[in-house]
Nanobody
Framework: QVQLVESGGGLVQPGGSLRLSCVAS????????MGWYRQAPGKQRELVAV???????NAADSVKGRFTISRDSAKNMVYLQMNSLKPEDTAVYYC????????????????WGQGTQVTVSS
C-alpha cells in the first residue's frame, strides 16, 4: 500500500515559524493532489492547504498570507511552511495524498499520515 510520514511539528512561540514535511512511499504510480489538514481538540478536521499535481494551490482563509504549501513531485513530498504562527494554529497536522497506484487506472485513493503535533504557546 502507501504510507505517509509527517515530520517537523513541535512547540513554537507566537509569531514563530515551522516547516512541516511529508513523504509518501509504497505503491505509487502518480500522486494527484496533496494537502495538509489539521484537527484541534474538540474540533473537526479542517483543510489547511492543498496543491495539485500541476502546482495549483488553495488555502484556508485563516492561513492565507502566513502558510505556504509546496511539493517535490520527484520525491513524493509535500511541505507546509508556517509563518507568523498563532495560538489558534495549535492542532495535529495531517498530510493527505490522492494516490494512483496502477498505470492504467485513473482512480485515486486517499491516504493519510499519522499526524504531527504543532503547539503555539508562549
Amino acid at each position: 500500500q502507501v504510507q505517509l510520514v509527517e515530520s517537523g511539528g513541535g512547540l513554537v512561540q507566537p509569531g514563530g515559524s515551522l516547516r512541516l514535511s511529508c513523504v509518501a512511499s509504497g505503491r505509487i504510480f502518480r500522486i494527484n493532489a496533496m494537502g495538509w489538514y489539521r484537527q484541534a481538540p474538540g474540533k473537526q478536521r479542517e483543510l489547511v492547504a492543498v496543491i495539485t499535481s500541476g502546482g495549483n494551490t488553495n488555502a484556508a482563509d485563516s492561513v492565507k498570507g502566513r502558510f505556504t504549501i509546496s511539493r517535490d513531485s520527484a520525491k513524493n513530498m509535500v511541505y507546509l511552511q508556517m509563518n507568523s504562527l498563532k495560538p489558534e494554529d495549535t492542532a495535529v497536522y495531517y498530510c493527505n495524498a490522492a494516490v494512483v497506484s496502477r498505470p492504467l487506472s485513473s482512480s485515486a485513493t486517499d491516504y493519510w499520515g499519522q499526524g504531527t503535533q504543532v503547539t503555539v504557546s508562549s
